[in-house]
Structures are given as structure tokens and as C-alpha cells.
């Protein structure tokens, strides 16, 4: 569906991305992993045709994608940011703002894909009910599937999420991370993740250093092979000592 081959890239004369590759097949859940300044974010830049590589191709759909003009390219994709917006107005305002002429069963798709029935059902007007100023009647976790349904009711092929749940709580994470393992019935997914639990059932892990792709595979896969990404999982799901915690 995407695919890096051999991707080079510099922002000036810093060498960003050294030679690239790796594909996001139909329909699976691919995570960019790294440490700050790896080239996760310089590689979404790229999807989106903000640039162009300097050396290798991007295929999308098998075709270059310097060859296709960027609304083309911008068309296939969707982008949820980790402080996605949201406007003032109704939830069915903000699920149909990149999206005017859905219709009520598309709107009950998405809002049953990524499990916002409940909050719907809850809300006195449903999906005519006023969020508030930027969604403050709502929480980081009804903000963030608002969000997700937003970007999958203009049925993309992939759909990137750059950290989503980095501004949630653990309880918002695990719904968000079981809303991710449904979203591939849909189309593609990649994922720049700092968390590692949210990407515990991805089908692929790309594992980033200093703008090469160090290790490829599976969670599990890469717990077993890749030193840098022990490290990672090591920091994160090691509970902290009595030395480490803050004090009451």
C-alpha cells in the first residue's frame, strides 16, 4: 500500500533519513519506533508530499509518488495528531467537518469503530449535543475517537497517527490501543509511538536510529533481537524502585 525504498533525506546539510526501507501492507497496523530526532516525523512529512526525497522512491499504491500530484497523494491519507482539534460545535459537526456529505450510516460506522456509542448515548442532544470550546466538555479520551472517526469518515487508505495516545491515561490507552486492532478492517495505520504498550499487537515494528531502520518485525519478535528496543521496553515497562519514586 506505502512503501520506502531506500529513502534519503537532509533538512540543509543534516543528513535526516540515510537509506529507508519499509512497506505498510493492506489493511495492517505498522509502528514507527525510535528515540527523539530518529526521522519518525520527517517520514510522515514525507507521506503527506510536504517534501520529496532527495534520493529512493515512495510508492503508494505501487505507483512513485513524485509522479502523482500531492492532492492525489494528500487524498488517500488521514492524519490524527496527538492534540487533535476540536471545534466549536456539535459532535456532528466535528465528525463531519472533512466530510460534509456523509450520510447517517457512515456516521454510525465510525462512531461504532471506534467505540464512541456509549458517549453518544450518554449526551442529552447525542450527536447534536455542544462539546464546549475545543471539546472541554469532553474528555482527552472522547477528544482523541472524535478525532479517529473524523479522519476514517473520509475513508482513507492510511491513515498516519502521530502519537495518539501520548496526552491519554491509562485507562483512555488501552481503549484506544483496542480501537487500532479495528480500524484495520478499514485501511492501513502508521503510527509514530513513544508508548510501547499501545502497539502491542502491531503487525510490524520499524525500529528507527539516527534515520536508519535498525530492526524490523514484531513486538515480540523485537524484544528477542533488537538491543536498542529491550532498552526502550525496558524503560517504559519496568516499574520505577523506591530509590526512583517521587516522594507523597
Do not use: W
Request: glycine share 6%; net charge positive; with cysteine.
Amino acid at each position: 500500500m506505502l512503501e520506502f525504498r531506500n529513502v534519503r533525506f537532509r533538512y540543509r546539510k543534516r543528513p535526516v533519513l540515510r537509506g529507508v526501507s519499509f512497506t505498510v501492507p493492506p489493511h495492517s497496523l505498522v509502528a514507527l519506533v525510535g528515540k527523539s530526532g530518529a526521522g519518525k516525523s520527517t517520514l510522515f512529512a514525507l507521506a503527506e508530499r510536504f517534501y520529496d526525497p532527495q534520493a529512493g522512491t515512495i510508492l503508494l499504491h505501487g505507483r512513485n509518488t513524485t509522479e502523482l500530484s500531492r492532492d492525489h497523494c494528500r487524498a488517500q491519507l488521514a492524519l490524527v495528531e496527538q492534540d487533535a482539534p476540536i471545534l466549536h460545535g456539535t459532535v456532528r459537526d466535528n465528525l463531519t467537518y472533512a466530510a460534509p456529505d456523509a450520510t447517517a450510516h457512515d456516521i454510525d460506522r465510525v462512531v461504532g469503530l471506534v467505540q464512541l456509542t456509549d458517549l453518544i448515548d450518554r449526551l442529552p442532544g447525542g450527536l447534536d449535543s455542544d462539546v464546549g470550546d475545543r471539546g472541554t466538555r469532553l474528555s482527552g479520551g472522547e477528544r482523541q475517537r472524535i478525532a479517529l472517526a473524523r479522519a476514517l469518515l473520509t475513508r482513507p487508505s492510511l491513515l498516519l497517527l502521530d502519537e495518539p495516545t501520548a496526552q491519554l491515561d491509562a485507562i483512555n490507552e488501552a481503549a484506544l490501543t483496542e480501537t487500532l486492532d479495528s480500524i484495520t478492517a478499514q485501511c492501513s495505520v502508521l503510527v509514530i509511538a513513544h508508548r510501547l504498550t499501545t502497539i502491542k499487537n502491531a503487525d510490524r515494528v520499524v525500529l528507527l536510529d539516527a534515520g536508519r531502520v535498525t530492526a524490523q518485525g514484531t513486538p515480540a519478535d523485537l524484544l528477542k533481537t533488537s538491543r536498542l528496543y529491550r532498552r526502550l521496553a525496558s524503560l517504559q515497562l519496568t516499574p520505577p524502585t523506591p530509590q526512583q519514586s517521587s516522594p507523597l
